[in-house]
Every structure is written in C-alpha cells, then in structure tokens.
C-alpha cells in the first residue's frame, strides 16, 4: 500500500486534475481509482460505498456502518473523513449533503466507471442540477504513469510470475488435460501471489482461442500450447503469456514462432518516450503482417497494468497518445490459425527515458517440453 503521505498526494493531484478539466466532484464506489487514492480495498456490496471528492471542499468517505472499521483501517491515519451510514438511513442524503457544502451539488460530477446502476440512478434523481461524467476522464491520467514504487511493485510481481514459469517445462504436459495443468499453474501462482487472477491453457487448436478457457481436452504430443497467467501481490497484477510445444512441433508451426518472437522484439523496442502507442502495436504488426499472418493477429499488441489487469494506456491502432516514462503495459503480439494452433509472447515492459524496460525476464524462446 502507498505511504499516507503519497495518498495525501493523489488526492490533491486529483483535486488538481478536477479544477483543470472544469469537474466539480469525483464520486468512487469499490475500485482500483478508490484503492489507488485512499487504500480502501472497499468490498462491493448492495450497500453504497462512496468516495466524494469535490474540487474544492471537504471530502468525505461515505460507507455503510459495519464496514467502517475495516475503511479506516486502510485508510491508516489519512486525513479523510468517514461518514458512517446505519441500515436505516439514506446514503445518498449524506452524498448530497457533502456535495452541497462544496457547492457541488449542481456541478459536473466524475462518477466512477465501475459504480453500480442502482447507485447512479439514485444519485441522479437526487442530483437533477448536476450533469454526470465518466470518472476517467480524470483519474486515467493520475493512474496512467506510474510512480517508482508503482514500478517496483510491479516488477515484484512480474519476479514472482516468472518464477512459475520457470517451472513449467518440469510439469508432465502429454496424456493431461487442460484443466489438470491449469490446476497445477494456479496452485503455483498461489505460492508467490496474494490471489490468482487467471490462469489460461489452451492446446492444441483450442490454442488459436485467445481466451480460450481451460477444458477436459487431453494435451497430445505435438500440440502446440499458449499459457496466459497472472495474479495478484501488494495489490499490483501480473501477467505473461509464454507458449510451449509437446514433442514435435506441427508442421508450419516453428516458422509462425519465429516471426512471432520477431515481432515481439520489434515492439519492444518502438517503446520510448514521445512514442505513439500506436507505434507500438505497428512495430507488431508489421514484421506479422510482412509475413503472410497479418489475418491472423486479432488483438491489439497491449494493455497498461498495475492496480487491474486491464488500464490505460491500450497498445493499440488509433491510439496516438505519446508514451511517457512510469506508464507500464503489455507487448503481447500473437499469432493464432484456426483449427490449427497459435501462439503468443507477452512481457510487461515500463516506458523509461532509455526505452523499455522488461519487467518479465524469461526467455522468449520457443520451450519444447517431452511428448
């Protein structure tokens, strides 16, 4: 968790953010933008949790009594009030309440991406003056670079995936299924990480599925197999795709590896500051596209991470917004023939002034495991 001095920070930051983008409040429920300001890891419940952030006001931490305790435990001393609610009173009242004091109540208002309907709703019929906005708009950007604590706590957990897959050329592949191994990974992810977020195995032509879901099919010498995995530690998320193959790889499947990793390499090294994410995904995606595959990639090249394993910044075509040093993503290009098999390579790297930074340090070789 931040230090109480570095929450103080975001939060001023995110006061800041408001007044020059002409917002008047953000209100968060349970989220990755509520953990990253106060370092309350709220629980989603059907009772409003709400953070009420005006521009220029006090800010208040509405939550619904019996979760007080736990809320001012994570907060751990941060200047933020608590407004406890019990069962029989209306949130919403102490919402508006808050915002009228700031003279927020007729402004426009950063309502958090992930806050429920049931709760928007309400809030609008009890805000009629008040025009509603994305939360995003503003806390992308305190979000979106990292700070170095970010990034080293990134690269722990990136320590800590790499070091399940270290172990999977030890695991028995042939003669298992999918779920069998999936099991086996989670149970490995578990030992470095505070919870397991995923855990993808696809083999075979279930490896041309990117998200294919882990099933009974039984892994067969020659099958071709994409491992996708992540999980949690600290709060910071990991993830990293290696593929493997069992016994002889299929045929036209060594040369689609090679351009593959090729291409990985590309983007990897289009990153650096005042890049164009975009770039990023064209570096992919030319070195595939030059090689009779460019059908075949059906992704964007990457996704910033950090708190969820999906932010901003997206690596992506049509995204010129240019790179700048803390921001953290993948750059994870894949190759998948339906029917057939696929195959993809992801790494976390961190935009520095120098280029890019690996977070994941594996080989990216191709890994043959016994048939």
């Given amino acids: 968790m931040a230090t109480i001095s570095a929450r103080g920070e975001r939060l001023a930051r995110a006061r800041k953010e408001l007044a020059e983008r002409g917002m008047d409040a953000l209100l968060l429920g349970p989220s990755a933008d509520l953990r990253y300001l106060t370092g309350y890891q ?14 220029a006001g006090d800010a208040r931490l509405v939550v619904p009594a019996l979760e007080a305790p736990l809320a001012r435990d994570h907060l751990g001393g941060l200047d933020l009030e608590v407004a406890a609610w019990q069962e029989t009173e209306d949130p919403v009242a102490l919402v508006r309440a808050t915002l009228e004091a700031a003279g927020a109540a007729a402004g426009r208002l950063g309502v958090g991406d992930q806050l429920w309907s049931a709760f928007l ?8 003056g008040a025009a509603f906005a994305a939360a ?27 070091r399940v897959v270290d172990g999977l050329e030890g695991l028995r592949w042939a003669g298992r299924t999918e779920l069998e191994l999936a099991g086996e990974i989670q149970a490995a992810i578990r030992d470095g990480h505070d919870e397991v977020c995923f855990a993808i195995v696809g083999s075979g032509p279930n490896a041309a599925s990117p ?4 099933a009974r099919r039984v892994i067969q010498p020659g099958d071709a197999v994409v491992v996708d995995i992540g999980g949690r530690l600290d709060g910071y998320c990991s993830d990293t795709t290696r593929t493997l193959v069992v016994g002889e790889p299929p045929p036209g499947f060594q040369e689609a590896y090679a351009v593959l990793h090729a291409a990985q390499l590309a983007g990897c090294a289009a ?27 059906i992704h964007r090249t990457g996704h910033g991470i950090g708190l969820e394993e999906h932010e901003d910044p997206y690596i992506v075509a049509g995204n010129r917004e240019p790179l700048e040093p803390g921001m953290t993503f ?22 520095t002034d120098q280029g890019a930074r690996r977070l994941n340090t594996t080989s990216r070789q191709l890994r043959v495991v016994p048939g």
């Fill in 42 to 55: 709220a629980p989603p419940l059907e009772r409003m949790t709400l953070l009420v952030l005006p521009a």
């Fill in 121 to 128: 709703l309400r809030l609008q019929a009890a805000l009629p």
């Fill in 136 to 162: 995003s708009t503003v806390t992308r950007y305190l979000r979106m670079r990292k700070d170095p604590e970010e990034v080293e706590a990134l690269a722990r957990v990136a320590a800590a995936i790499d």
């Fill in 211 to 214: 998200h294919h879901v882990a």
């Fill in 271 to 297: 990153v650096g500051p005042g890049v164009p994410a975009e770039a990023v995904d064209a570096a992919c995606r030319e070195v595939i596209a030059a090689a009779g595959h460019g059908e075949h990639f």
């Fill in 330 to 351: 993948s750059v994870e290009p894949g190759i998948y023939l339906p029917g057939r098999f696929g195959a993809r390579i992801e790494d976390i790297v961190t935009c």
